[in-house]
């Protein structure tokens, strides 16, 4: 069974750039969520992705948007970047959208905005 | 909304020490807590997840407890070793959710 995959493992993008992150869910899970880890900070949940519609948001600013593929892959994209977007990225799949169901988390991307 | 704290912030312990790591919530309404061990520029490493039925679960020398009327976890280590170093985060996923909300975590360090 193979786990939850992320690319790329670290990029370097300017202000104002736009930018796109992958996630590869784990075998059998058709949930993907999302989330931001600001250095010395917890994550904090930007939006899930259910059967390839979003399914709850956190308190993010349009400009974060995502996609969900039929093999329930997903992308998370940034539009005009800021400095403050620097974080790692962290996915998590799960077999559904209940709370029941456990959500294993990816290796994460860096992002750093410069 | 929920709000999860942690204390220490950071905490540095002799290598062989017992430690006990604090996580506090704000909604009770959780239908289960999770501490994950995080090394410097990873991802997140389960460690132990607690139904909110459970009062505590164990796993190896790492021990978990919950009280959810309370709104506390702790996460106790025996016997401490450097290769216990890193970032412990708790977080909850509630009956209003399926997404995590964290704390902003500890950072251990113990010392050789």
């Known amino acids: 069974e193979t786990g939850v995959t992320q690319s790329p493992t670290h990029l370097i993008k300017t202000r104002g750039q736009q930018v796109t992150l992958r996630c590869s869910s784990q075998?059998?899970?058709?949930?993907v969520s999302w989330y931001q880890q600001a250095l010395g900070q917890g994550p904090q949940f930007i939006f899930q992705?259910?059967?390839?519609?979003?399914?709850g948001r956190g308190n993010f600013p349009p400009r974060f948007s995502g996609l969900q593929f039929p093999n329930y892959s997903s992308e998370l994209n940034v539009n005009a970047l800021e400095l403050d977007d620097s974080a790692l990225y962290l996915c998590?799949?799960?077999?559904?959208?209940?709370?029941?169901?456990?959500?294993?988390f990816g290796p994460g991307t860096r992002l750093t905005v410069l | 909304k929920q709000e999860v704290t942690q204390i220490p912030a950071a905490l540095s312990v002799p290598e062989g020490e017992n430690l006990v790591l604090n996580c506090s919530f704000t909604?009770?309404?959780?239908?289960?807590l999770q501490w994950f061990r995080q090394d410097p520029g990873k991802g997140l490493t389960s460690l132990l997840l607690?139904?909110?039925?459970?009062r505590e679960q164990t796993s190896g020398r790492l021990n978990a407890s919950l009280d959810k009327s309370s709104g506390r976890s702790t996460l106790y280590i025996a016997a401490s070793q450097p290769g216990d170093s890193a970032t412990y985060l708790c977080?909850?996923?509630?009956?209003?959710?399926?997404?995590?909300?964290f704390g902003p975590g500890t950072r251990l360090s113990v010392l050789p």
């Open positions: 998590a799949s799960s077999s559904g959208t209940s709370v029941i169901n456990e959500q294993f």
């Open positions: 075998s059998g899970h058709n949930t």
């Open positions: 992705y259910y059967r390839e519609e979003e399914n």
């Open positions: 909604d009770s309404a959780i239908y289960n």
């Open positions: 607690i139904q909110s039925s459970q």
């Open positions: 977080a909850v996923r509630g009956n209003y959710g399926q997404n995590f909300v």
